[in-house]
């Protein structure tokens, strides 16, 4: 189908009152997965919806978020013309204030350190061909984007070990995957 597919992930049911959903991260506290005595959180990784589409091999597909409007903007615009072609997919980090727990002015701050710590990278595939459209040189430790929000402040350096070496994980694929030859 000829059609642009955007999704605004702000990694839960919001819309509901901050229910875990598939694109809930590890560790995150959500009302049905409080932290206390016997829950450190959502027990979970949260799925890589990106990396599922890209499997599928839409047309276009690319990662975006409010922190880098100009990145945002050219793809949007590839994004409508490759739709002329097929299915489109964009996959937009949209936070939640109530459910992240930050104040609305920090929204910005927050993508932006979701990006420089490799937690959200930005890239785009066109006919399945992934590549990185921000490059990050050298990447944040993911600490610096869990310390923003109160939704990650029960976990300990165990929980931020088990979230950086997914985030990691998952960046090196990535970049396995814009490497290889097709």
């Known amino acids: 189908e000829k059609f642009i597919y955007l999704t605004y992930d702000n990694e839960g049911y919001m819309n509901t009152g901050n229910q875990r959903s598939s694109s809930t991260q590890l560790g995150a506290a959500t ?8 829950s450190k959180g959502k027990p979970t990784p949260q799925k890589n919806m990106p990396m599922i589409m890209l499997m599928h091999k839409p047309v276009y597909m690319a990662t975006a978020t409010v922190s880098h409007m100009e990145d945002y903007v050219k793809k949007l615009q ?5 739709a002329k072609e097929g299915f489109v997919y964009l996959h937009v980090l949209s936070p939640c204030p109530v459910g992240w727990r930050i104040d ?14 490799n937690y959200f990278p930005l890239w785009e595939a ?3 061909k992934p590549r ?3 490059p990050v040189a050298n990447p944040k430790p993911v600490s610096e984007f869990t310390k923003l929000m ?3 402040s029960h976990l300990g350096e165990d929980g931020i070990a088990a979230l950086q070496e ?4 998952r960046f090196k694929l990535l970049k396995v995957l814009c490497e290889a030859d097709y």
């Open 31 to 38: 009302t049905t997965t409080p932290v206390g005595k016997k």
């Open 78 to 82: 590839k994004a409508k013309e490759a």
């Open 104 to 117: 609305s002015d920090k929204v910005i701050e927050v993508c932006r350190t979701a990006v420089r710590t």
């Open 126 to 128: 066109e006919h399945g």
């Open 132 to 134: 990185i459209t921000v």
């Open 150 to 152: 109160r939704k990650f």
């Open 166 to 169: 997914q985030v990691d994980s």
